[in-house]
Every structure is written in structure tokens, then in C-alpha cells.
């Protein structure tokens, strides 16, 4: 009898970028062993950013004009079958996020093209860059010795990632923009020694401030991310990116001096470009070469990945915390809590524990995976509070994790972990309290689950002593039953959980119970 071998087919996704200057598409197919193909990129030019950056909306003209593209794109997605939500993203950067009008703009992009953008804020922006450059941080190990940032020049803003030894320990956002950059000189004349002396004294500062980021004594490398620094290296290098490529940083210099020559036309004609990317190629090339300079590096890393391949990448790993996104936030939150001198051993296991039960609990809490790096931050940093003052705090807790910036997290999920925190003990949430009185009901309901978990996470390591390694928890009648394995004398922990139960039984209905065990089944 032959055996019949079921064979996986390719899935095929898609990637819309509403960006300041174009709105671009990626079409990619996703093989059976993970591997991800590029088969189409599209880009067409429209000009939020004029509208944003300039006047402060999008004018409706330009709104048609996006409709209009989409609808396009819509039709190109129809004949690649690319039909499911699940296989689609569409996302927007500074230029909507930045637009007064930003919500009708929403809003008359899904009545006409049924596209529900997304906008993206600064934090899930550091978190798909991260993940697009991640595989070549791997594929390149020397990147994860030393200090390496990872920099891009979009239209309205420069973003930036500092990795020391692998970790990131930086991640920022600067409205320094090859677009916002070039509208600011738009009064001034063509002379292109002017123009460029204008666009250096504006980039300088911002360059100063990325640049204080650093260790002075370490050595450093960049790499650098965007479509101009890639027709820097086909001009240069007469060659196309295909995953690294380097380039001295006098000849990236020779090559600026070459284009601030030429008109927009001329840029046009000699490298293919649209009219705006002539316009905004300088300025963007030139923020690159001066990052370049002040971080005194020789060579810049020019790497053939966008944005657009971190969002493929999330969407085929089944949601936004993939690849080590959750070691990085959790790496972070320990250099956090380590300014403030915390209990770095008993953070660490209360976390540790919060996971498993966490996990152990789905059918109970039935929250989606990605609760558990909220649940996991707030148990690193719930005592944090105790640098201020012992008296109440689990409150100088959240007031810490809410002012604070950690990688990936954004500022409302920033309250949620503050909230989780500060609920670890004492009061139960009430709507008086304040930040909890500024959620909905859906997350009202999540801070108040994650918190019950917290309390009994805990409460397993009430001595401080890290005896508990593994547990199993699984429902018996009106219980939760905690199970350790190998564990004899948990007295202090008993007498802790009971204490601590009181939000787990006022939100789930069920008191829990710590038994011993010999092993895990």
C-alpha cells in the first residue's frame, strides 16, 4: 500500500503600510518550514505627510487618493486569494497617527475599501522593526557583542534601537523625518550649498540627543534600514541588497555630495525615483551620514528589511510577542527594577511562577496568550515601590511603571501592568482609584484576573527562598488546586495564600488550595 504524504500548501499574506509619503505593499508567501518569500512590493505615492506634517490633517483630496490606491491594492490582493483577515494587515505611522482628522480618516478608508488600518503607535513600531532585523542580528553574531544601533529614516521620523550585548537597552522614536525635514526648507532657495548647510543645523540636535545613548568607551556598529540607504548601495556598490551589506562612510559622504548637485529631475531620470523620493532622498541620507559621524564608526550595515517583514513575521508566528520580543521586555523590566534596587531573585521567581499559572489556569482566566508579558512585567516590578517608601508600596509601584519606558510596551499597556502591580496586595480595584477608573470593562476584567494570579504567585514564594520550581494547577470542584512537586515543608506559603486569596475567590468564584506532590505527572 503507498502511503499518502499530506503536503502542506504555501500561505500566502500581505502587508499595507499607509505611509507619509507612500502607501506601499508586500505580498509574501510563507513556506512549510517557515520561510518567507517575497513575491510582490508595490509602492504608490500620496501625500499624508504634506497634509499632517504641514497642516495638521489629511485634506480630503488626499483621503480620495488613498482610497483610490487601496482599491487597487484590494484588487491585487483578490488575485492572490489573500482574503482573510488573519492573512491582511494594514497599518499607519506618524502621518495619520499625527493628523487631527485622523479618526474620520479611519473611518472613510473602511467604508470605501473595507481595510481596518491600524495605527501604529511608537512602541508596536520598535517591536516589528525589531523582529524584521532580528534574523540578521542571528545570522551575524559579532552584532551581538558590543553596542549596535539599529537606525531608520522614515518620512516623518527617525527610529532607533541600542542593543548592548544582544539586549536592547534603548528604543526611541524622533520626529526627524526625511519629509518633515525637507517642507521645513520649502520657502528656502534651491542653492544646494544653503540648502544643505540648513538641513544639517536642523538634524544636529536630534542626531545629539540619539547619540547620548551610548557608552563612549564600547565599541559600536550601525545598521542602518530604509530604501534610501539601499540605492546607496546599488550606486555605490553596483550591486542590490540581498540580506547585509556594508559601506565605508566616506564613500556614503562622496555620494551625497554627488546628489546635493542634482535636481530633482535629474534624480528622477538617473535613479528611477518618484518626484517626492527625489526630494526627500538628501535629507534622508544625509541624517544617516551624520548619525554615522557622531557615533565615529567607519562602515554603516545597510540591511534589506523593513517594517513591513516584521509585521509578516508576526503575523505567521500567531501574534505580536514572538521571536525573544518577550526577553527583551522582560530583560528591560529587570534593568528597570535594578535602578530601583529591587528584590531581583524573588522578582524573578514570582514571574516565573505567575507564567506557569498562568498557563496551568486558560480554561479558567481565558485570556489570549498575549496577557501573559503583561502579567510577567508586573510581576517583576511589583515591588519596585519600595524605594520610595515601604507604606504603601504597591501605589509608589504603578506610579514607577507608569512614568517609566520600557521596550515594546506601550503607555496603555504601560497603566495595565501599573494597575496589576498595585493590585499584587492590599485594596481590591475599585472605579475610585486612580487609572483603574479610566478603563473599560475589558480591561477592567484583565487587570483584575492577572492581579489574582499575581497574589497567588506570590504568595508560593512568601520566604524568599525560591524553593518552588514547578507546579501543576487544575480545577477540583469549587477549588484551585496548586500542586509542587517535591516540596515539604510550605507552611509560610499556606498561611500566605490564605491571605492572599481574597481577589482570586471576589474574581473567579473559587478558593485555592497548595498540596504537595511527589513529581509533575
Not at 107 to 132: C, K, M, N, Q
Not at 157 to 165: M, R, V
Not at 203 to 211: A, D
Not at 224 to 238: K, N
Request: proline fraction near 2%.
Amino acid at each position: 500500500m503507498n502511503e499518502i504524504v499530506e503536503t502542506v500548501q504555501p500561505r500566502l499574506v500581505a502587508v499595507i503600510d499607509v505611509g507619509a509619503t507612500s502607501i506601499r505593499m508586500m505580498i509574501g508567501q510563507v513556506g512549510a518550514d517557515g520561510d518567507i518569500s517575497h513575491l510582490e512590493v508595490l509602492s504608490q505615492p500620496v501625500a499624508l505627510g504634506r497634509d499632517s506634517f504641514v497642516h495638521g490633517e489629511i485634506r480630503r483630496a488626499t483621503i480620495e487618493d488613498c482610497v483610490h490606491v487601496l482599491n487597487i491594492y484590494k484588487n491585487k490582493l483578490s488575485l492572490y486569494g489573500i482574503t482573510s483577515e488573519s492573512d491582511l494587515r494594514v497599518v499607519a505611522t506618524s502621518a495619520v497617527r499625527e493628523a487631527s482628522n485622523r479618526l474620520a480618516f479611519l473611518d472613510r478608508i473602511l467604508i470605501a475599501t473595507g481595510f481596518d488600518i491600524e495605527p501604529f503607535d511608537e512602541s508596536r513600531l520598535h517591536r516589528v522593526t525589531y523582529l524584521g532585523v532580528k534574523p540578521i542580528l542571528d545570522d551575524h553574531p559579532h552584532f551581538l557583542g558590543g553596542q549596535t544601533i539599529v537606525c531608520e529614516v522614515g518620512g516623518g521620523s527617525t527610529e532607533t534601537l541600542f542593543l548592548n550585548d544582544g539586549q536592547i537597552t534603548n528604543a526611541q522614536t524622533w520626529r526627524l523625518g526625511a519629509l518633515r525635514l525637507t517642507l521645513s526648507l520649502d520657502s528656502v532657495d534651491s542653492l544646494a550649498a544653503r540648502t544643505r548647510h540648513l538641513l544639517e543645523s536642523r538634524i544636529s540636535p536630534t542626531v545629539n540627543q540619539i547619540v547620548a545613548s551610548i557608552n563612549p568607551d564600547k565599541p559600536r556598529q550601525l545598521i542602518t534600514m530604509g530604501s534610501e540607504m539601499r540605492l546607496v548601495a546599488r550606486a555605490v556598490l553596483a550591486r542590490s541588497v540581498e540580506k547585509l551589506e556594508t559601506i565605508d562612510v566616506s564613500l556614503l559622504s562622496q555620494f551625497i555630495r554627488e546628489i546635493m548637485k542634482l535636481s530633482p529631475d535629474q534624480l528622477v531620470t538617473r535613479y528611477q525615483l518618484s518626484i517626492q523620493e527625489s526630494k526627500t532622498l538628501g535629507p534622508a541620507l544625509l541624517i544617516n551620514q551624520m548619525i554615522a559621524k557622531r557615533l565615529e564608526v567607519d562602515q554603516i550595515h545597510i540591511a534589506e528589511v523593513n517594517m513591513r517583514d516584521g509585521l509578516i513575521l508576526e503575523m505567521t508566528t500567531g501574534g505580536s510577542w514572538v521571536g525573544n520580543t518577550v526577553e527583551q521586555v522582560a530583560g528591560n523590566a529587570i534593568a528597570l527594577g535594578r535602578r530601583f534596587d529591587f528584590d531581583e531573585r524573588h522578582a524573578v521567581q514570582v514571574a516565573k511562577l505567575a507564567s506557569q499559572l498562568f498557563r496551568s489556569t486558560v480554561a479558567l482566566h481565558r485570556l489570549p496568550e498575549q496577557w501573559e508579558i503583561v502579567l510577567q512585567v508586573a510581576a517583576l516590578l511589583h515591588e519596585i515601590g519600595l524605594a520610595i517608601n515601604e507604606r504603601s508600596y504597591h501605589k509608589h509601584s504603578a506610579y514607577i511603571i507608569s512614568n517609566s519606558t520600557l521596550f515594546g510596551i506601550g503607555a496603555r499597556e504601560l497603566l495595565l501592568i501599573s494597575l496589576v502591580a498595585r493590585y499584587h496586595r492590599r485594596a481590591l480595584p475599585q472605579l475610585g482609584h486612580e487609572g483603574y477608573n479610566l478603563l473599560n470593562q475589558n480591561e477592567r476584567v484583565v487587570v483584575s484576573k492577572l492581579a489574582a494570579l499575581l497574589r497567588i504567585a506570590k504568595a508560593l514564594d512568601a520566604g524568599r527562598n525560591q524553593l518552588i520550581n514547578e507546579l501543576k494547577a487544575f480545577l477540583r470542584g469549587n477549588s484551585l488546586i496548586v500542586e509542587v512537586p517535591g516540596a515539604t515543608d510550605l507552611a509560610l506559603e499556606e498561611l500566605e495564600m490564605r491571605r492572599q486569596q481574597d481577589l482570586f475567590e471576589y474574581v473567579f468564584g473559587r478558593n485555592v488550595e497548595l498540596t504537595h506532590a511527589v513529581e509533575l505527572e
